[in-house]
Structure formats: structure tokens, C-alpha cells
């Protein structure tokens, strides 16, 4: 029984420990594939006359990044950006651009800050612009566009380029420079996260399971331990009661002349050897009805054999007993029986 729940507990603990791997396992597997997010670059190729060297110069780079909401298609147009300084940043309804005429395709150049993206693309939109194009300013990455969320914008192109990117354009504009913008789809990029929520799920679900597998170890190795004690008390316990029950047995010496050691009599029952002189020898009683022996019997006494010459020594010598056998014995004292035939063990 006590062997059967071991196994029991160690098959349940080593179930739980794999079912607590695979559980986990999906549950990252499943949150990195389910958050993730979808961005597009953008080729922004500007063209503008160099008053030095009134040569066209046109320079493209896939340096833009497509809003969240932005609808990912081209755009073209003339630059502007607002006509007050103080407006750059279009947190204005009332912004101005210095627009020719309200009809041409223009793109506005804003720079990040003081309010939302969504509120730069309507206001700009709200104007006609075709494109609305966001640089970052102030980020530790100068090089660095992010993906806007600017929800409820319509059809507006809106993109983000890095700071180098829109202030180049920015000094080229107010030295009066015309510049002419187009924007196309660049590479699709597909980028997988774990959110912060899933991380505290999976590691809240990991640290139960957790929990519940060295639960059950606990359970399994006090199990353990209680069945170990219990089979050590109940050998302590027999090895009592044998020697108890050895020690009710009569001891005495072979001596010269004794009927034992006659020719023809019994040898002795364990050791299969002549009865000699000076041997000490313990009295068993040939019918043990208060004794029943489940399995076989291996004795082994320290200092006195069962079968070996020595002086003569009293009835009280020490004498030791290995008994790997269950004994039951009954509330009837072991009593010697002189009319019984003697066994020398």
C-alpha cells in the first residue's frame, strides 16, 4: 500500500513538473505570436534647385516609417511648413500655411510635440494636404521613427522621419527653396512582442504551477518518510520480540558424557555437525505452537556458535540474533519443556 502511493506520487509529481512545462511553453508560444505588430518603411524622395549650383538635386532614402491608421499608398506634393515659427508644431486649428493656391498637392512638414498626432494630421488635413509628415525631435536615437497611432484621421498619408531627415528639409524651406516631395511604400516589417500583461499572466500561471508541483514533492518525500519510519519501527519492534523470545530459551554446555554427544544421536539442526564437548548449545522447544515462522530462519550469534569448542560458560552469556523473518508471536511465554527432544542451534 505504502509502495503503491510512492509510486503514485512520484508518477503525479513528474506528470505535473512536464504538464507544467508544456502549459508555459504555449502560453509564451501563444502570446508572442498573438501581440505583434505590423509597420511599413517609406521611400520619401525630395527634389529641390540648388541656388549655388542651379543644378535639381534629388536625394531618397527609405527613412520613413507609415502611420498605424495611415493608408499605405503614395503621396506627392510641394513642402510646406507653417508661417509662424511659434506654429511649427500645428497644435493650432488656426495654423497657417503659405499656401500659393488652396488647390495645388502639398505635404505638410511638422515637428513632434506639444499635442497628439492625431490632432497635427486633422488639423493639417483640414487644410487639404495630401501628406502629413512628422520628424521626431529630441529622442536619444536621432535615427529613431516609431509607428504613430493617430485613429479617426480619414485618408490622410501621415509618416514619420528622423530628426537629421526633417530638419535638413525644414533649412532647405526657410531659405525659400522649393521642395517637392514623393512618397512611396517601402518594406513590410512584422514585428513580434510579448506586452508587459502577458508577462505577469505566464509568470504568475508558471509560479502556481510551480507551487503545486513542490506540493506534491513535499507530499511524495513525506510519504516517504513515514513509510520508512514505520518499516523501521516494525523491524525494531520484531527484533524486540526475537530477542525477547531467544532469551527465554535455556542455554546450557555440552558436556562429556551427555546423551548428546553419544554416536547415532541427532546433529545439531542448523550447523549439521557433530555435538562435541564444551559446546554451548540453546534449548528450542520441538513443538512451537506460540510461534509462527513466515519465512526462513538466518541466525548468527556474536561470540557463542551454534556449533564451536570453548570453555564453559553460564547460562547467562550474551549471545546476538539477526532475524531476517516475521515473528507473531502470542501472549503465551516461550516455556521449556524437559521432556521435549532438545535441538541445538
Known sequence: MAMSLTQACRSLALSTWLLSFCFVHLLCLDFTVAEKEEWYTAFVNITYLDPVTSEIKTDKSECGRYGEHSPKRDARGFVFIPSLLQDRQVCDSNTKFPLPHPSIPWIALIAIGNCTYREKIRYAAALNASAVVIFNVGSSNSNETITMPHHGTGDVVAIMIPEPKGREIMALLEKNITVTMHITIGTRNLQKYVSRTSVV??????????????????FYYIQRFRYANTRDHN?????????????KLQVRTIRKGDKETEWGFDNCA???????????VRILPCRMSSIRILLTFSFRFKNITSHQHQPS????SDASLIMPVELVLS??????????DDVKS
Not at 542448523?270 to 554451548?280: A, F, G, L, R
Not at 560458560?313 to 547467562?316: G, I, L, Y
Not at 516461550?334 to 521432556?339: G, I
Open 331 to 340: 501472549n503465551v511465554e516461550l516455556q521449556s519443556d524437559p521432556e521435549q
Open 235 to 247: 523491524q525494531r519492534r520484531l527484533g524486540d520480540a526475537a530477542k525477547k523470545a531467544i532469551s
Open 270 to 280: 542448523v550447523c549439521i555437525e557433530d555435538y562435541k564437548p564444551n559446546d554451548v
Open 313 to 316: 560458560m553460564s547460562a547467562d
Open 201 to 218: 499572466f505566464v509568470s504568475i500561471s508558471f509560479i502556481v504551477l510551480m507551487i503545486i508541483s513542490l506540493a506534491w514533492l513535499v
